[in-house]
């Protein structure tokens, strides 16, 4: 069954470093997506990216952060400098349809640790 | 801002229970998908529902979505160790694709 590949699977960073999440999301899907968990909460919304561009983004991803698919398999989230409350899970997740109807699929995550 | 909210948080029962688990919100998506997610991996599709009412079944799993899509249901009937994990929902709603996750239920199934 194809599958969302992230790497690394666990980062430790520095306060003010930055980092940047890799994620090849399933070849033929379309959409994709950065969530985000910290412990014991919910699974948040990031990004949502579609032809190359934002579709929709949330409060959560002010200008410290930024997505890009620099090659047409890879996608990235980069942190530019991390902050202690950034340590999270951080999913990617690809979809084939943008409207919901269909189910997307999540990588494994990256578990992200700024100390 | 759209919530949903699962009922109940944690559920310990033994094997062979019937349990339901329910997802609420005052919000209409346009779908309500449920995952299901074990520690230190990331969210799995159990399934999506589309239209109100609809009824969707998966083995032991019944999934329902309310009439007015305000509100889901997951229905284990004769629950197993193995169904033991974190149940979550998610609406998506209008044109917009983002999913908006519930609270969770942690299943918990022992012998």
């Known amino acids: 069954e194809p599958e969302v590949t992230q790497t690394p699977s666990h980062q430790v960073t520095q306060m003010g470093q930055e980092v940047i999440l890799r994620c090849v999301p399933i070849s033929n899907h379309l959409y994709f997506y950065w969530y985000r968990q910290i412990l014991g909460q919910k699974v948040e919304f990031l990004v949502s990216?579609?032809?190359?561009?934002?579709?929709?983004k949330s409060e959560i991803f002010d200008d410290q952060f930024s997505v890009e698919r620099p090659d047409g398999s890879n996608f990235t989230l980069k942190i530019r400098s991390t902050k202690l409350e950034d340590s999270a899970m951080y999913f990617c997740?690809?979809?084939?349809?943008?409207?919901?109807?269909?189910?997307?699929?999540f990588g494994s995550g990256t578990r992200l640790t700024v100390v | 801002t759209q919530l949903l909210e699962q009922s109940p948080q944690f559920l310990s029962i033994q094997e062979g229970e019937n349990l339901t688990v329910y997802c609420n919100s005052s919000s209409v998506f346009s779908s309500l998908q449920w995952y299901r997610q074990e520690p230190g991996e990331g969210p799995v599709l159990l399934v999506t529902v589309v239209t109100g009412g609809e009824v969707k079944k998966l083995k032991r799993l019944t999934f329902q979505f309310g009439d007015a899509r305000k509100d889901s249901s997951l229905h284990i009937t004769a629950a197993q160790t193995g169904d033991t994990g974190l149940y979550l929902c998610?609406?998506?709603?209008?044109?917009?694709?983002?999913?908006?996750f519930g609270t969770g239920t942690r299943l918990q199934v022992t012998l």
């Open positions: 997740a690809s979809s084939g349809s943008g409207f919901g109807n269909y189910g997307y699929t």
């Open positions: 990216f579609y032809n190359n561009e934002i579709s929709e």
């Open positions: 998610a609406g998506a709603g209008g044109t917009a694709s983002k999913l908006t």
